[in-house]
């Protein structure tokens, strides 16, 4: 599966070949080792200088994520052979607390997810389907239009933050206090909101990417199709969604990560509330009202780094397409 | 959070994927059985139609909202030009655009010298692969995460205490007073920009080094044999050879250093004069109510962003031409 990777338009690569890290196989060959014997010990040193530099940070918060309360506010991590003190006490607190003064990060984790998900899922198929109609079917100004979704790209989600606001607040908002009334169980303050705001915001990059990648499946496929007398919903399930399944794959992961960790479409369209806010909303809260907690700061940061990190690892050459390729978002 | 609560979340989720997933299904159910005459039309309308629909009610019309809104006051009442009077004379609105300046200038200036050289001094190295996974992380976290965790290195302590922030540890090492160094100006805006930096050098480093892998070896075999010096081949050939991938990765950091938001909120709040325009936006337009200010801003945001968004887009089209 690794193999079959996709063709987003990816910046700064001259050739498509090499964007990932599986490099290390490739060295043996002899310009490799030309080249090896020629990085001089200087270069290693610099390497190596700043590799650690640009790890010790996030090493030194999980570590002392792992401290005990009191040792994390009067002794420094780098002192661990000297303190020595292990607990998961800080994570038993930060997520399953319930004393008021806790951050609660359950419920806010169960948000991110909540928020997260859906998120993906809404503007990938909507966009799919438009670059397919982009794509597939012919109809007059689909050029114009195109460029015209193209260009949208370019504007900054704060151009479009407040008026999107009052027009929830007035359309949406009855719909929810509706949904309310219907089904107690889902509160008044839903996802709603967040869910449609990240859709929108999501939509003209990705209908961008994958028409890119639709548009190149090879037209005799399409044309067979329709000859068998396939209806374009028929096409695009059963034809054009399998084979555009890498390009999905790499924006799913990019667009996931960007709405987990996505901190201003949350303060404007959560509401703030355990019911709807997402981990970095109320991290971010943590962070400026109580900055001293340190031993709940350290513990909450890695139950929001936690997930991302588990996708780069798990899903790097994916997570490398996905992310340069939408790098210009927000 | 009680076991209900969680219930209620799951039931909110499962019940809007499957309205999703069930007015989408009825869509494309009915236009598959719609009269032969139009259906070409009727099934166009259901493919574009739901993005577009959203687009425009979502972004398109915002858009043109908010630049009405930057030329009005608190209650929308047309005011001409006076936000942007606000922002150019007044001193703390000037602080915020000399910063945004400052970041402006850092950020893709350091990250891309840090990222070029660190990719260079790696590339074909033992471990390649390792080293780049240590640099690249910073980009998979939050904004949040990241203010957090450099938040924690820039922690105060009075003289008298043990250090717990590692910056001032470094201090005390050298016989130095610790600082309170997101208080302290203007050294405060310099480290909330080393955060962006330690982010984006990842990104710098994965796109040029994969511009580096495509520079051909023949030309750096060739130009061994003439006996040039390290230094000289990577500025007479590498360098040459990487420029389209140079352009992009300054164009694209310098905007995301345009939009900067989260780092600031989290670390600062833009309190001790560490604001920038977008965090200002946000504080205008979402906790002072002075919408007009808060579009003004979001404007000139948009008025920066703009010709670097089209320059990229032109070098990337270029790039793929070549390939």
Known sequence: MSDNVVDLPLPGAAKPRDTTFEVAAADLTKAGRVKRRLTSRTATIASLVIAVIWTIPTFGLLLSSFRPEELIRTTGWWTIFQNPGFTLDNYRDVLFSSSSSAPQLGSYFVNSLAISIPATIFPLVLASMAAYAFAWIKFKWSGALFVFIFALQIVPIQMALIPLLQMFTTALQPMQDQIHAVIPIIPEDTYLQVWVAHTIFALPLAIFLLHNFISDIPSEVIEAAKVDGASHSQLFFQIVLPLALPAIASFAIFQFLWVWNDLLVALVFSGGTADVAPLTQRLAELSGNRGQDWQRLTAGAFVSLVVPLIVFFSLQRYFVRGLLAGSTKG | MT????????????????????????????????????????????????????????????????????????????????????????????????????????????????GLAYAVFIDKSRGERIYKVLVFMPLAISFVGAGIIWKFVYEYRPAERDQIGLLNQFLVWFGQEPVLWLQTEPVNTLLLIVVLIWVETGFAMVVLSASIKGVPVEQVEAAELDGTNAWQRFRNVTLPSIRGGLVVVVTTITIATLKVFDIVRTMTGGNFNTSVVANEMYTQAFRAVQPGRGAALALILFVMVLPIVIYNVRVMRQQKEIR
């Open chain 2, 3 to 114: 076991t209900t609560d969680l219930i209620g979340k799951i039931i909110q989720v499962l019940v809007g994927l499957a309205a999703f997933a069930a007015v989408l299904g009825l869509v494309l159910f009915f236009i598959d059985r719609a009269p032969k005459k139009g259906r070409d039309v009727i099934q166009l309308v259901a493919f574009l139609l739901p993005a577009m629909i959203l687009v425009a009610i979502g972004l398109v019309y915002p858009a043109i909202r908010t630049t009405i809104t930057a030329f009005g006051d608190k209650s929308g009442n047309f005011i001409g030009l006076d936000n942007f009077v606000w922002m150019f004379t007044q001193p703390e609105a000037l602080i915020t655009l000399r910063n945004t300046v400052i970041w402006v200038i850092l950020v893709p200036l350091v990250s891309t010298i840090v």
